[in-house]
């Protein structure tokens, strides 16, 4: 087994899951505890027409995804709080149209049809070096940006109410933290891909809220509880021969479900 650490495209894979368990573990706790779930799901599916529109242009898909989505979860924001339309129906609308774009994109990209597969479900060993510079860079964004506007997020997160009476900008961090959620999208999607992206977003910082209650707390484990569950998820697909995307989250999911028993059989006080 050591002897696979010798190979390139294991170590990057380590380095790619290490990087995205940073951005879920942070980003994660605010949409747990924020109640965003569907919201991120809406935004992660809708980066497929991201990746169609990149293979359509001729352009890199992630980078053209990453663009497409941060778009994508500015509308969706706009929408919801300036326009007040139903958030429910903005997200179908969305997900839906999302998927049916890089689908459509696809079909009219010149040549070979691309290999879709791993963008849909995740190939955490095929990341090239280059990917993990990208990756790289929006991890340090997503922190440098959730470090500069913390306590903003935090009343925004946790008292929306009581934000407005502060007189804190409550739209446009809503849109701040919209954007953060859509670049770590991006990032998960080559561990993990499009489909699983929300269960490795929103597992870890679920567990982390079983233990702590404190913010700062949360993130700390929920980034912990990522890396274990990618390191672990990587080593057994090695070793067993399995997609790398749904092993991570079938240990993530193993974790959580034993977690929740434990909490039903001995609830706290």
């Not at 049916?100 to 955490?124: E, K, Q, R, S, W």
Request: aromatic share 10%.
């Amino acid at each position: 087994m050591i002897s696979v650490f010798a190979y390139e495209f294991f170590r990057n894979a380590l380095i790619a899951g290490l990087l995205a368990s940073v951005a879920c573990g942070v980003i994660g706790t605010y949409v747990v505890v924020r109640k965003m779930v569907s919201l991120s799901g809406g935004v992660s599916h809708a980066a497929f027409g991201g990746i169609g529109l990149g293979y359509y242009l001729g352009l890199d898909p992630i980078l053209s995804a990453t663009v497409f989505t941060v778009a994508v979860a500015l509308g969706m924001g706009e929408l919801s709080l300036r326009q007040r339309q139903n958030l429910d129906t903005i997200i179908g609308a969305v997900w839906a149209a999302g998927m049916a774009l890089g689908i459509l994109f696809v079909y009219l990209t010149p040549g070979f049809a691309p290999d879709l597969f791993g963008y849909l479900f995740g190939n955490i060993l095929l990341v090239p070096r280059e990917d993990l510079v990208l990756m790289g860079a929006l991890v340090a964004v997503i922190l440098i940006v959730v470090a500069l506007f913390f306590r903003d997020l935090f009343a925004v997160t946790f008292d929306e109410e009581y934000a407005r009476v502060m007189n804190l900008p409550v739209e446009r961090i809503s849109l701040l933290l919209l954007v953060l959620v859509a670049l770590t999208v991006v990032m998960l999607i080559q561990v993990v891909g499009i489909i699983l992206v929300i269960a490795l977003l929103t597992i870890p910082a679920a567990i982390a809220r079983e233990f702590s209650s404190r913010l700062g707390l949360m993130m700390a484990l929920a980034v912990a509880l990522g890396a274990v569950f990618t390191v672990s998820g990587i080593v057994l697909s090695y070793l067993f021969n399995v997609p790398s995307g749904a092993t991570i989250i079938l240990v993530a999911a193993g974790v959580y479900g034993a977690v929740m028993g434990v909490r039903t059989l001995f609830p706290r006080d």
